[in-house]
């Protein structure tokens, strides 16, 4: 027997990693299984080289707890260590490597970013066990079993024991602070959380299971039930195969496996694979989006070759992609340095662009190959794409392929197809494009209507970002501009310079003007008379584009207007002077009746607009019923 004394710079360890992390404590179970999954890899690497001789079968890792003795055992049938192995590996490299890792970060306890995810590794049992216990069986020839032990002080004791299998069992004393993870049912949720795709089969307990029964069997013959392994993991999981040997039922069963509590199926998916210049595979899913989508739930999860990190991938993934769902496993992140770092980071940064190119080439082969099917898709997932025009350059560069512009017919164009459509129709004076759209078509409806008869086409756009996303488009591409469907009387909407003729003089406008404007709150509605077709309604309210939309797109946040202080509400009064009711209203004598009138036309105007409220409305209501009394 042998006993020595860990090389200790830093005082003494034990007691800052027991301290370390407190909610992470948990990860000692990870760390201890990565370890002995890299040992049985390792193994199987060594034996198809034809360095190990004879079959070394299909190895497996067992997890045992034992409450009474308050015992964990991580045991493996990997490579082994000899003992000049574990003085090396165990007494200096690991424990350097968790002596450096404490260093580095005990006075960032609180950062609950990735730190503390990898590099702690086998000292991390320490955290849950007072002692721990190590036999281990190389499998080199004649090498003799060895027994580790260590309380956490810097004393340790290596000595030979008589163990006969190759591989290692590492034994948990565990804590009297840490009984929880004596619990079956915790150690069943840790396997889950981290383990559920790790490579090597784990073996927690035992399971009963049915066999079918034999053919030609009695009616009245019990099936016969037998005991075997309970495997916790699936070490072969769908992002780790070859896309061509997956189908499309494959991709649905591993989103179902990903996400057992998660019953809406993804719309379709897009496999990641990517050997260089960095390393990475995948499978990542476009969801459903709805209003009541949880994002902090079902995320994306990142992994380390198949080993759970983190669903928390900011910075990694694309924010506009953070909504997506799946599996990201790459080696080449790197994990333990904080968020910023992650952001400014070479590497890191590749994997985002390829990500963001990965899914617009995606998108556009789901246009190309069955239109009618993006199409239906549209809805939901138009958001997740409009913001990724708006936020990743390289991105909206693509959307040109396949961002749709649904119309209110239900028809689906890209840009250039519509422009190609309306512009013998829409082009105006200016040579300009415009592209008339609606936000609601419950509340827009006349409007939408003014337009249609005019033949022409009217688009719907109804996502929160849209301001942003037409602001964005009019400035990179020449020629266009959008407005919405109310924002003006259609002929001025789409300006022509078409010789409009007044029914009214000069003279009578000028004197119509104030009465108008005497009748009505002026500071918020401004007159503005206009010749239109007689049966257009004599009274119009209107937004100007402009304003609405800087509006807009303050309340959606972005575009430099915080601290700009609020737009007021500002409204146009159209009046059709070639309508009956303007020259009524002109040639009313009575100064009450003259004023009743465009009241009354004013509130019915505001009245499809959806801005008459609260008293107004109440009195607008008593005073028609009088009318029609
Ligand atoms: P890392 O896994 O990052 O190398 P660890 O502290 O987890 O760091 O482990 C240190 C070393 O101890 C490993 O590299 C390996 O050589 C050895 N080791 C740990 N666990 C086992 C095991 N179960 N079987 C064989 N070797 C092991
Ligand atoms: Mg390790």
Redesign the pocket.
């Known amino acids: 027997m042998a006993t020595g004394n860990i090389n200790v710079t830093a005082e003494n360890i034990f007691p800052i990693i027991k301290k370390f992390l407190y909610s992470d404590h948990e990860i000692f179970l990870r ?2 299984i ?3 999954t ?2 049985t890899l ?1 193994l199987k690497h060594l034996s198809t080289l034809g360095e190990i001789k004879g079959d070394i079968g299909t190895p497996i890792i067992e997890i045992k707890v034992d409450k009474d003795k308050k015992e964990i055992r ?1 045991i ?1 049938q ?4 000899t003992g000049e ?1 574990v003085e090396k ?2 007494n200096q ?2 424990f350097s ?2 002596e450096e890792f404490v260093e580095k970060y005990k006075d960032k306890v609180e950062d609950s970013g990735i730190i503390g995810h990898f ?5 991390s049992s320490f955290m849950v066990a007072s002692k721990v216990e ?1 036999f ?1 069986k190389s499998f080199a020839e004649d090498s003799k079993a060895v027994r580790w032990e260590c309380d956490g002080s810097p004393k340790y004791i290596l000595e030979e024991t008589d163990r006969t299998e190759r ?2 069992e ?1 034994v948990l004393h565990v804590d009297d602070d840490s009984l929880e993870f004596l619990e079956e049912s915790r150690i069943k949720q840790l396997l889950n959380k981290y383990n559920k795709f790790m490579p090597i089969p784990i073996k927690f307990g035992t399971k009963e299971e049915t066999l079918p029964l034999p053919e030609g069997a009695a009616e009245d013959a019990k099936p016969e039930k037998i005991t075997v392994d309970n495997i916790v993991n699936n070490p072969t999981p769908a992002w780790t195969k070859s896309p061509a040997d997956l189908k499309d039922e494959d991709y649905k069963e591993f989103y179902r496996e990903l996400y057992p509590m998660q019953f809406e199926e993804p719309l379709f998916n897009i496999h990641l694979n990517v050997d260089y210049p960095f390393n990475l595979t995948g499978i990542l899913y476009f969801p459903k989006i709805s209003k009541n989508v949880d994002p902090t739930k079902d995320r994306i999860q990142l992994y380390q070759n198949q080993v759970f990190v983190t669903d928390n991938v900011e910075g990694i993934v694309p924010d506009f992609l953070q909504m997506l769902r799946g599996v990201i496993d790459s080696p080449d992140i790197p994990l333990n340095v904080s968020r910023s770092y992650l952001q400014a980071d070479g590497a890191v940064k590749k994997i985002s662009s390829y990500i963001t190119r990965k899914v617009a080439d995606k998108l556009v082969s789901l246009f190309k190959n069955d239109r009618k099917a993006f199409e239906e898709k549209w809805n939901d997932i138009k958001i997740i794409i409009e913001y990724g025009m708006l936020s990743e350059e390289k991105f909206f560069e693509k959307s040109d392929k396949f961002a749709l512009y649904p119309t209110v017919n239900n028809e689906y164009f890209i840009l250039d197809e519509l422009i190609e459509k309306i512009k013998p129709a829409q082009t105006d004076k200016d040579n300009k494009v415009v592209i008339l759209y609606a936000s609601d078509e419950k509340t827009q409806h006349s409007y939408i209507d003014a337009a249609k008869e005019k033949g022409y086409e009217v688009l719907l756009l109804d996502s929160p970002i849209v301001s942003h996303l037409i602001q964005k488009l009019e400035s990179s591409k020449e020629n266009i501009h959008f407005a919405r469907v109310d924002a003006d009387h259609i002929d001025n909407l789409i300006n022509k310079d078409e010789e409009k003729i007044s029914k009214l003089s000069d003279e009578e406008k000028e004197k119509l003007k104030p009465i108008i404007e005497a009748a009505i709150p002026k500071e918020t509605y401004t007159v503005q008379l206009e010749a239109l077709d007689s049966n257009a309604n004599p009274f119009i309210i209107t937004q100007p584009e402009f304003m609405r939309r800087m509006k807009e797109m303050q309340a959606t946040g972005g575009g430099g207007f915080m601290g700009m202080g609020n737009f007021p509400e500002m409204y146009n009064l159209v009046i059709n002077i070639n309508n009956e009711l303007i020259s009524e209203i002109l040639n009313t004598k009575t100064e009450k009746k003259q004023e009743r009138l465009i009241k009354q036309a004013f509130d019915l105007a505001r009245l499809s607009q959806n801005l008459l409220k609260g008293q107004e409305l109440t009195d607008f209501i008593k005073r028609s019923f009088q009318m029609v009394k």
Do not use: C, Q, R, W
């Not at 990997?78 to 260590?81: A, F, R, T, Y």
């Open positions: 760390e201890l990565s370890n002995a890299d040992a390792k991580i493996d990997g490579i082994g260590m192995e590996y165990i490299v690991a490597g968790a590099g702690l590794g086998f000292y190590i281990t591989g290692t590492i």
